[in-house]
């Protein structure tokens, strides 16, 4: 069974920390993503990755920088966390000639 | 560029009875249409999928879909929902370049006993 795996169910970073939110996929894909999701927005794109070392914002990177170093994982960081960055964090992966995205189960981040 | 409104944030409804969530998308191009669901404390799970052919498609538990090109929509229904399928529900579509998938703002069924 194929899948994507986040690191960490549940985060509470304090303001201002640099936070590592780490997502591995055993699937062989080359295209990765963020996505934060928060009451009533649905899922917005942080940032994608279509090769390693390849990335690409989204729609809403300010706040966030990823990192790909292999093409398993796929990192999101946050360079100083604040208390609007507490959401769930989704990381998701595709085959490039595919639509058929696979989720991680997800990372609640709170920031105090 | 597209986006897809979910037209109804909350949709209650008690067991054994029909449910509709709406779904509309705007987009320049064409496009291909999901419907995913996430339990609670769960990630996203794909419910269901139009990319060509039939414009009516159907899950395996018993939803289905029909994709309206000239109305812009993908409309999730079931004749008879259960407690199980309490849940939120996420409508996005992916141009047919396939680069970013675009959300809806979600529907949460509550399905009441």
């Known amino acids: 069974d194929v899948k994507v795996t986040q690191s960490s169910r549940y985060l509470v970073k304090r303001t201002g920390e640099k936070v590592f939110l780490e997502c591995v996929q055993d699937?062989?894909?080359?295209?990765m993503f963020w996505y934060r999701q928060d009451p009533g927005l649905g899922l917005r794109l942080i940032y994608f990755?279509?090769?390693?070392?390849?990335?690409e914002k989204g729609d809403i990177p300010e706040g966030y920088s990823v990192s790909r170093e292999k093409k398993e994982r796929f990192s999101l960081i946050l360079e100083s966390a604040s208390t609007n960055q507490t959401s769930m964090y989704l990381c998701?992966?595709?085959?490039?000639?595919?639509?058929?995205?696979?989720f991680g189960s997800g990372t609640r981040l709170t920031v105090v | 560029a597209q986006s897809v409104t979910q037209l109804d944030s909350q949709v209650p409804v008690f067991e054994e009875a029909p449910v509709e969530l709406r779904c509309n998308y705007s987009?320049?191009?064409?496009?291909?249409l999901f419907w995913y669901v996430q339990y609670p404390n769960q990630g996203l799970q794909l419910l269901l999928k139009?990319?060509?052919?039939?414009?009516l498609v159907e899950s395996i538990n018993g939803f289905e879909a029909e994709f309206n090109k000239s109305q812009t929509s993908f409309h999730l229904r079931k004749p008879s929902v259960h407690i199980s399928d309490t849940a939120e529900y996420f409508c996005?579509?992916?141009?047919?370049?396939?680069?970013?998938?675009?959300f809806g703002g979600g529907t949460r069924l509550m399905v009441k006993p």
């Open positions: 998701a992966s595709r085959e490039r000639v595919s639509y058929g995205y696979t």
């Open positions: 699937m062989d894909h080359e295209n």
């Open positions: 990755s279509y090769d390693v070392k390849m990335k």
């Open positions: 987009s320049s191009v064409s496009v291909y």
């Open positions: 139009y990319l060509s052919g039939s414009t």
């Open positions: 996005a579509v992916v141009d047919n370049a396939g680069n970013m998938l675009t």
